[in-house]
């Protein structure tokens, strides 16, 4: 069986989180490093892969996708191993809800407006956006709070054991925690302490570990 491949920078969350999906199933895979903000045009083989130009895209035998969340679900359901998604209705409705949060009111504000202004943009030697990173710290509360109230009882954010809203959710957190008002925001909510210290343990993350992490 031929190795599926990943296109994308092994800096992205969304790269990451796929990549997560696959370590966490004992999937051999290639990554193929693809950075859509070097500057300049995306390469037309990507525009190929991904017509929106952004990533990761994917291949498995001739099979392309793109969008983080349909690889993952794929990945989990074409291949052996653990399973990433509850199979009762209920658990796996909270799993997408927390897939959508993330999504559409994390990514941004928790990425973006925090980490990418207060740790990205000194590591390039260009000035933070102190108003932004203000005006993003109630959103950053709340869908912790959010994601904090949504978490069931053990050491991962559904079921007593990992899933694809915990491998989505990694890469996010891992890149929150390094502002200083990023680990703040985490240590206010100790649900999320408990769910992140057990996430940071994983082989997986060692093993995809974000080169803007140092």
Same mark, same amino acid.
């Given at each position: 069986?031929?190795? /599926?491949?990943?296109?994308? +920078?092994?800096?992205?969350?969304?790269? $990451?989180?796929? !990549?997560?999906?696959?370590?966490?199933?004992?999937?051999?895979?290639?990554?193929?490093?693809?950075?859509? &903000?070097?500057?300049?045009?995306?390469?037309?083989?990507?525009?190929?892969?991904?017509? *929106?130009?952004?990533? =990761?895209? &994917?291949?498995?035998?001739? *099979?392309?996708?793109?969008? @983080?969340?349909?690889?993952? !679900?794929?990945?989990?359901?074409? *291949?052996?191993? /653990?399973?990433?998604? =509850?199979?009762?209705?209920?658990?796996?409705?909270?799993?997408?809800?927390?897939?959508?949060?993330?999504?559409?009111?994390?990514? $941004?504000?928790?990425?973006?407006?925090?980490?990418?202004? !207060?740790?990205?943009? /000194?590591?390039?030697?260009?000035?933070?956006?102190?108003? +932004?990173?203000?005006? +993003?710290?109630?959103?950053?509360?709340?869908?912790?709070?959010?994601?904090?109230?949504?978490?069931?009882?053990?050491? &991962?954010?559904?079921?007593?054991?990992?899933?694809?809203?915990?491998?989505?959710?990694?890469?996010? *957190?891992?890149?929150?925690?390094?502002? /200083?008002?990023?680990?703040?925001?985490?240590?206010?909510?100790?649900?999320?302490?408990?769910?992140?210290?057990?996430?940071?343990? $994983?082989? @997986?993350?060692?093993?995809?570990? @974000?080169?803007?992490?140092?």
């Amino acid at each position: 069986m031929a190795k /599926p491949v990943v296109y994308g +920078a092994a800096y992205s969350v969304y790269v $990451r989180a796929v !990549r997560l999906v696959l370590e966490e199933k004992g999937v051999d895979y290639e990554l193929v490093e693809v950075d859509i &903000f070097a500057g300049g045009e995306p390469p037309t083989e990507h525009i190929e892969r991904h017509p *929106f130009a952004r990533i =990761p895209a &994917f291949e498995h035998e001739g *099979f392309q996708l793109y969008e @983080s969340g349909a690889i993952s !679900r794929y990945v989990d359901e074409a *291949f052996p191993g /653990p399973a990433l998604q =509850p199979a009762e209705p209920r658990p796996r409705a909270r799993m997408n809800q927390i897939l959508s949060i993330l999504d559409n009111y994390g990514y $941004r504000t928790l990425v973006w407006d925090i980490f990418v202004e !207060r740790v990205r943009k /000194p590591q390039r030697g260009e000035t933070p956006d102190e108003a +932004a990173i203000v005006q +993003a710290l109630p959103r950053a509360a709340n869908c912790l709070r959010a994601l904090a109230n949504l978490a069931g009882p053990g050491s &991962f954010l559904v079921e007593d054991r990992i899933g694809l809203a915990d491998l989505h959710a990694a890469p996010i *957190f891992a890149y929150l925690r390094m502002a /200083p008002e990023g680990g703040q925001l985490l240590a206010a909510e100790p649900r999320l302490v408990h769910w992140w210290t057990a996430m940071a343990a $994983r082989p @997986s993350l060692a093993a995809t570990r @974000s080169p803007l992490e140092g």
